[in-house]
């Protein structure tokens, strides 16, 4: 809802899973380092002007709700 109200401007809403990465809220069990993690979240930061909006998104890309 949010990326449809903001359709018309440059900001970008969207959705990053960090896939089951090891940190203090699951006590460090994940199995993945906080740098692979944070590759969707970073690839999702620096979008380009034209980039997606309204998506959720892994480090592999689009993920279907």
């Keep these: 809802m949010l990326a449809a109200e903001l359709k018309d401007t440059p ?13 203090d ?3 460090y069990q ?13 690839r999702l930061a620096t979008l380009p002007d034209d980039g997606s909006s309204g998506g959720y998104f892994d480090e ?3 993920v279907p709700w």
């Design 11 to 23: 900001i970008k809403v969207n959705a990053a899973d960090p896939g089951f990465t090891a940190t």
């Design 25 to 27: 809220i699951n006590q």
């Design 30 to 42: 994940g199995y993945r380092t906080v740098e692979q993690g944070a590759i969707a979240a970073v």
């Design 60 to 62: 592999n890309g689009v």
